[in-house]
């Protein structure tokens, strides 16, 4: 901000390294998710050796890179809600939607992996005992309903739960697949059936992961939150009495929970005496914290003409 006119006031919770972020309220619940994937993944993996279950053995694959990926939701809350610092003023708020991006990517290539092998089953197809698959299936089905509904509500909150709660639905969708494959060998010997499950697991992670990829996308390229109407924004601020004009206005996420605002506002030069700035800010915070899900915000007020005398990338 330049001297004289600019006036600058926030407003709302401190940065999420102060108060939390939205999904440090879940860390005990991604642990139980954690222990509970763990559990099956050892169960899946014995169960495959047994059986030579591709099926089994993808959602295994797929149970591994689940507990890496909700081992890194947890490590991203820890480092999320360290305070923020002299260098790092937000801390490391963001560490959530960059685990959020990593799960994608992991999500990506374990369908892509499962796309492949299943292929070549079903061009090679191999014997598979469906009662001992049966009851694995079942079991990793069992357990991943149980972290469902633990990271039921989280889910909504968090980027970064979300990613946690995504893989652990494409593992209950799988062990669910699993568990119809086997049934189908058992009654009708039709051994391909455990690749086209398997190709099922590949094509149920897909499209959710690419959604969630958007949205980690969306954060990190600092786009408006998708519950926040810009143009109603800008409306709400130019009915306020004494404002002319506004510009330079932006709403961007840092990470889930914690939406932030920005924006200069021209101010009719009669109201930037003393009291006249205090009342126009506080008038400008209730519009915000009434109207929409934005409470963190930054005004700059300045008299009409001022933007002309602003550097190049003030714009």
Known sequence: MGAGHDHGHSHGGPPAGVSGTAAAAYKGRLRIALGITLT?????????????????LADAGHMATDAVGVSMA???????????????????ARAEILAALLNCLLLLGVGGFILVEAIDRLITPAPVPGGTTVIFGLVGLVANLVSLAVLMRGQK?????????????SDALGSLAVVVSALVIM????????????????????????K???????????????????????????????????????VWTITSGMP??????????????????EKMLHE????????????????????SGHAAHEARLCH
């Open 260 to 277: 932030v605002l920005s924006a200069h506002v021209v101010v009719d030069p009669a109201r930037l005496d003393s009291a006249g700035q």
């Open 284 to 303: 400008l915070q209730g519009c915000l914290g009434e109207h929409f899900a934005v409470e963190h915000c930054t005004f700059q007020l300045e008299p």
């Open 74 to 92: 947890l490590v991203a809350i820890h480092f999320a809600n360290r305070p923020p610092s002299a260098r790092r003023t937000y801390g490391y």
């Open 187 to 210: 009654v009708t010997g039709w051994t391909q059936a455990d690749p086209v499950a398997s190709l099922l697991i590949a094509v149920m992670i897909v499209p959710r992961t690419l």
């Open 157 to 169: 909150e968090s980027l970064n739960v979300r990613g946690a709660f995504l893989e652990v639905l």
């Open 40 to 56: 099956i993944l050892v169960a899946e993996i014995v169960g495959s050796a047994l059986t030579g279950s591709l099926a089994l």
């Open 212 to 250: 969630l990829l958007r949205e980690a996308l969306d954060v990190l390229l600092e786009a408006a939150p998708k519950d926040v109407d810009m143009a109603e924004v800008r409306a709400h601020i130019m009915a306020l009495p004494g404002v002319e004009d506004l510009h330079d206005l932006h």
